[in-house]
């Protein structure tokens, strides 16, 4: 199974907003009772290219101002979702409905961690078991 989880550097730091990272960390989970969890790699996030990352402002509840009919907003998640589409789940700390559209069209599942792991490897380790 792959799990992409959004994240704003190579240190796996767990991004806030999955619409606005900069970076998906791919993870291979295998095994049977005893999962092992490895890094496959980092994927540049196609709808952050050339647009700065701020944490901050995407802390709080984020809410698209883009309607349905916005294709070209709607384009742009899109192509984030088809850089993850081999993956089978895409971990969150939030989404837009606009991410989580983009995800299902592309076959990948959202799953929401609220979980305290800023790590992304360390927070996939204690959901793991639910995907």
């Not at 980092?42 to 647009?51: D, E, Q, S, V, Y």
């Not at 995407?58 to 742009?76: F, L, P, Y």
């Not at 850089?83 to 939030?94: F, G, S």
């Not at 559209?101 to 959202?110: L, Q, R």
């Amino acid at each position: 199974m792959k799990v992409a989880i959004p994240v704003v550097d190579d240190g796996l730091r767990i991004a806030k907003n999955a619409g606005h990272t900069p970076y998906f960390a791919v993870f291979n989970i295998g095994g049977g009772m005893f999962k092992t969890i490895t890094l496959e790699g980092l994927r540049a996030n196609p709808k952050m290219a050339g647009h700065e990352v701020d944490e901050e402002e995407h802390s709080g509840k984020h809410v698209c101002e883009h309607d349905a009919n916005d294709i070209e907003h709607i384009k742009a998640h899109d192509t984030m979702a088809e850089t993850i589409k081999d993956c089978d789940y895409v971990l969150v700390k939030m989404a837009c409905k606009n991410t989580a559209n983009s995800m299902k069209e592309f076959g990948v599942k959202v799953k929401k961690y609220n979980g305290e792991k800023t790590n992304a490897k360390e927070a996939l380790g204690k959901i793991s078991a639910e995907l």
